[in-house]
């Protein structure tokens, strides 16, 4: 087991607006981005795609898509669903998005993960498993060798908690890492033109993940960013095998 602390920070929903796509990428240059979840039907898929294309040391995964949730007061609603009340109903439906994944991007995504959790429960979850196999990719959650941590997260039962997305909360949570990859999800973005209970924190996340706070806890405490493609990973999941 390696001493070294790999960290993969990864982008949630790549191409649902233009603004969001703007984020991601600016997290990417100019910050610790180093992945991204593609979110396949959404309005700026196509445009995601070709930004890929621009930054290709920008590692893309799949982001399976089966509804998005908003929350009113005590109140959750959903803003749109797709059918996953069976096995076969959820395969066809990550089938159809792993194709236009292929079609927009040319390639296999190099991870899995999926909108709001929905890989963490059954159907999904063994469908979700069960397509992780197939390509050889890391299924978040699931993967051996990945810790994932979600604590990067700006809400907390639909309420904002703007001190979790901090320069020094996210410090923090660099300080702890332990040897290994560590994937630290995150929601860079600008909110215009987005449908969704979680807007304005993704510019909050934005600033952070471009902090040079943050670039100094990598360096202080030697924690190396690596992407999904370039990661020292092995397990029998298929995860891609140790860099030479």
């Known amino acids: ?10 982008a949630d929903d790549f191409g649902q607006t233009a603004g969001i796509n ?5 997290a990417h240059e100019r910050g610790v981005v180093t992945s991204a979840s593609l979110l396949v039907f959404h309005p700026a898929a196509e445009e995601a795609a ?20 908003g929350r009113v007061r005590d109140t959750w609603y959903p803003i749109y669903e797709v059918d996953a009340r069976s096995a076969r ?3 066809l439906a990550a089938r159809r ?6 079609e927009l991007m040319g390639r296999d995504p190099t991870h899995l993960d999926s909108h709001q959790h929905a890989h963490r429960e059954e159907p999904v979850r063994g469908v979700a498993l069960a397509l992780a ?11 051996d060798g990945v810790l994932y941590r979600g604590s990067f997260y700006g809400q907390v039962n639909g309420e904002p908690r703007l001190d979790a997305i901090t320069p020094e909360a996210l410090a923090a949570s660099i300080a702890e890492l332990q040897p290994g990859v560590t994937e630290i999800g995150c929601h860079p973005g600008y909110p ?3 449908y969704s209970s979680y807007r304005d924190e993704r510019r909050t ?6 902090s040079s706070v943050v670039r100094s806890a990598l360096n202080a405490y030697g924690v190396e960013l690596v992407s999904f493609e370039t990661a020292p990973l092995t397990a029998p999941t298929g995860l891609r095998k140790p860099r030479p």
Not at 22 to 26: A, D, H, Q
Not at 55 to 69: I, T
Not at 205 to 210: A, D, I, M, S
């Open 89 to 91: 109903a959820a395969r």
């Open 133 to 143: 196999s197939e390509l050889g990719v890391p299924l978040r959650h699931f993967a």
């Open 22 to 26: 703007r984020g991601i990428v600016e």
């Open 50 to 69: 070709e930004l890929a294309r621009r930054y290709p040391a920008l590692s893309v995964g799949l982001h399976l898509d089966y509804g998005e949730w």
């Open 97 to 102: 998005q792993l194709d236009r994944f292929r």
């Open 205 to 210: 996340e934005l600033r952070t993940l471009c």
């Open 1 to 10: 087991m390696t001493a070294t602390r790999y960290l993969i920070v990864n």
């Open 192 to 194: 215009e033109g987005l």
